[in-house]
């Protein structure tokens, strides 16, 4: 169990990471107002970046996820409470930014930013392009705080076990008080012993 709940934990480290590496360009777009035609640009440059990458990096993002979406549903095999109740919730939002990533990010990103027209940091940004570069910024923002949720939840499931296993070893420790307090037989009166020797 602890191996499996380690494993969940560093896939959604790691791709808790890459997607804070986004805030390069979501930091433009998303937090600071208002956002200019230079943050956009700056932005769509870094997207551009990633759309032209090479696609063994996609790959190994797609093992890491593939990795720690085998390693939750592996856990609800178990078919304790905990793992319903905790696992069933990860798998929800680890569910949510794989199809987020699958039908938002990633294909806007190679269909709007593979090639990006000739311009200057102070040319009007393109309509359709700010549209594209604002979703971008928001739904790489819903997959960290889906990630986030996950990790909470795995959080959230090692405290209740840990409270549990405290809870059986005092349950143990009473019971076998209990027990030794039984077992121990009753001490014979010596006084009880002469009175009746005298009668």
Known sequence: MGVRAGVVVCVTSFLLGALFTHWIADSLTLWKSPVTDEHLWTAASYYSILAKG???ILYFLAAVVILGGTTILWSLNDLEAGNIMFDGGSIFLFGTTIVMYLTSVLPSLFAKFTSLPTHQLKDPFPRALRDA??????SNLICSVA????LALQAGRFWAESQDDD???EEMESSDESKGRKS???TPDIRDEKEKVKS
């Open 184 to 186: 121990r037989g009753k």
């Open 133 to 138: 570069t604002l979703a971008l910024a928001s």
């Open 147 to 150: 990630l986030t949720g996950v």
């Open 167 to 169: 809870d059986e070893e």
């Open 54 to 56: 090479p696609s063994e």
